[in-house]
């Protein structure tokens, strides 16, 4: 009983820290300009296609590809915003609108492209050291690519936390401050937008190798993870990367309750179910600014 | 005294009476049924997403769930069909009625909540529902349900031989979701609605009950697009979580009405003549084995018209008019 209790609550752990940082990279774009991006599962979903293909191609470990995967993310996430999201801010007409449907369309696009590329099969990445291992602690299985996977997060969310005390993490925060006067010292908002971008894209790019190590890989793969990772940023409250983490870490928790107690198909009935209810006693989730 | 609204607002009751006649002739040369069938689809969809226009567009609360207040329409709908022998006239009203009474169980804890906040809830509560049906055996679980043909009449609204009685019963829906907007832009309530939607404190300072005026979008709303789910139902005659419950669809019901311009009266049928041929067409044409290059044009299709045209593509039609009057 008492493994069977562990079991759940560490499985619950492991599936959070990945469900906080696919959240974390969603949360630092929306809190420094007020931009959902709705391609956000897809960028997970393009990382995971990145190192199945270069692990196909280079033969390398996929754990070992995880900077030139985050490296190319970043490129991306700052191509995103140049191409498209600097443009969608300066719409003037129904811009809340704009940005929903820019980041939609961009999200069905990358789905598009996936399935024009890869078709439509499950693929699963079987060549990393740590495939098939498990860490045992008495009765308590833990799968090794989870284990690394949950590792990498809380490096990445001390990475996240590192950057904010540099330089760039400041003029980040001062522009999430105030758009207009960071422009008064000297801050070139239109490149901390685009650098934002990279970060938030290399962020969800990181979640998403370490997740290929132990999940299938798809074109619809990434729709289901950003249903998690909105839920995620509005229960923790959006901007807040704190709440991030502790939203996920609730919600990896919740779904690996309700998968053990009810019953493996409802297991996200139970996440949700919980985001409602906090939600209604805190409608800026638990850490927003209100 | 006929002032500058009221001219504008029988004119626009004019063309809309032009269209229906023009709509109602539509098909009669057309028999292909592939043809047919597109334009049922694409004034289905336009009537959907008038329906989503009023709590979309004109009061401004961006619903991404609404195949919720669809799929409650058609389980409403057809069980009552399938299990009680009711005749779907009646039963598309009791679906609208439940798909009402749903939206404002859903509204009354949501529209506490601003912006983006309020979508996402909308997306979670839609998802809910659609992971629920997929388990609930009674309602047919995951493999749906089948609405058995019992001939051929307006009374079991099925038909089989000709598409054309088809057209005439999406058509009185277009009509219906359109009167509808007409009626209520022009109301008290519409112009509580476009000032929900522009400014809610200024909209409070100048009395307007904002939560009221939000839960009335939210009932009309979320009625006329139970009574859209009814109708779909009845016209395929099968019904199952994925086709009339996923998110994909919320989005479908939505993006018509922001292509062809949010908070307007021709914005959703203008949308819905662009975007439903388009993504039928490329579908059919590109997309069979699920290629996916019609899901890369449908999301090009989307990011342009977004980024080109904010105000949607009614605009372009709007200042053709407006050059054509000076």
């Known amino acids: ?290 | 005294m006929a002032n500058a609204i009221t001219i504008r607002r029988r004119r626009e009751l004019l063309i809309g009476a032009i269209l229906l006649a023009v709509l109602a002739v539509l098909p009669l040369p057309l028999h292909d049924v592939y043809t047919r069938n597109l334009i049922i689809i694409t004034l289905l969809f336009a009537g959907l997403a008038q329906a989503w226009n009023i709590l979309g567009g004109y009061c401004g609360q961006i619903s991404l769930g609404h195949s919720l207040y669809f799929g409650i329409g058609c389980y409403v709908s057809t069980l009552m069909f399938v299990n009680g022998h009711i005749p779907p006239p009646i039963g598309m009203i009791a679906g609208g009625l439940a798909a009402a009474a749903v939206a404002l169980l859903v509204g009354w804890p949501c529209f506490r909540l601003s912006g983006h906040y309020y979508a996402i809830a909308t997306v979670v509560i839609q998802e809910i529902a659609y992971l629920l049906a997929l388990n609930w055996d009674w309602i047919g679980g995951a493999s749906g349900v089948y609405i058995p043909f019992r001939g051929e009449s307006w009374l079991n609204l099925q038909f089989r031989t000709d598409k054309l009685p088809w057209h005439y019963v999406v058509l009185a829906f277009v009509a219906l979701t359109w009167l509808t907007a007409w009626t209520l832009e022009g109301s008290r309530i519409g112009f509580a609605w476009r000032a929900v939607k522009d400014d809610v404190i200024a909209a409070r300072s100048l009395g307007v009950r904002i939560f009221p005026s939000k839960m009335a979008a939210a009932g009309v709303s979320g009625f006329l697009t139970g009574v859209g789910g009814a109708i779909f139902a009845q016209y395929v005659g099968y019904i199952d979580p994925d086709s009339i419950l996923s998110g994909p669809l919320a989005i479908l019901i939505a993006l018509p009405a922001v292509l062809g311009g949010v908070g307007t009266l021709w914005g959703p049928l203008i949308g819905a003549a662009v975007l439903i041929p388009l993504k039928e067409l490329s579908s059919s044409y590109l997309g069979s084995s699920g290629s996916g290059f019609d899901l890369m044009l449908y999301g090009l299709l989307i990011m342009a018209v977004a980024l080109l045209r904010p105000q949607g593509l009614g605009s372009l039609l709007k200042r053709g008019a407006d050059a054509g009057a000076a």
């Not at chain 1, 704190?242 to 870490?249: D, I, K, N, S, T």
């Open chain 1, 1 to 290: 009983m008492l493994e069977t209790i562990a079991q759940v609550v560490l499985s619950g752990l492991l599936m959070g820290l990945i469900y906080a940082l696919v959240a974390a990279g969603l949360s630092l774009i929306f809190g420094l300009m007020d931009v959902v991006n709705f391609a956000h599962g897809e960028l997970m979903m393009v990382a995971m296609y990145a190192v199945f293909t270069l692990w196909q191609v280079s033969g390398l470990d996929p754990f070992m590809l995880l900077p030139v995967v985050a490296a190319l993310l970043f490129g991306l996430g700052i191509a995103i915003y140049r191409l498209l999201i600097a443009r969608a801010l300066s719409v003037r007409f129904n811009k809340g609108m704009v940005q929903i449907f820019v980041t939609f369309g961009l999200a069905i696009f990358i789905r598009g492209f996936a399935q024009f590329v890869y078709g439509g099969e499950f693929r699963s990445i079987t060549g990393t050291v740590l495939a098939n291992r498990t860490a045992s602690l008495g009765d308590v299985y833990l799968p090794l690519p989870q284990l690394a996977a949950a590792f990498v997060c809380l490096c990445a969310f001390a990475g996240l936390l590192a950057i904010s005390r540099t330089e760039f993490g400041r003029a980040l925060e001062a522009t999430r401050e105030d758009r207009e006067a960071v422009a008064l010292i000297g801050i070139d908002r239109d490149r901390i937008f685009a650098l934002g971008w990279g970060l938030g894209a290399a962020t969800v790019g990181v979640a998403g190798v370490m997740l290929a190590g132990f999940y299938y890989v798809s074109p619809n793969v990434g729709a289901n993870f950003a249903l998690i990772a909105y839920v995620t940023v509005a229960l923790g409250g959006f901007g807040s990367m704190l709440g991030a983490l502790a939203a996920g870490l609730l919600i990896g928790e919740v779904e690996a309750i309700t998968a053990a107690v009810l019953e493996p198909s409802l297991k996200q009935v139970g996440m949700f179910a919980i985001y409602l209810a906090v939600l209604m006693f805190r409608p800026r989730g638990l850490f927003g600014k209100i």
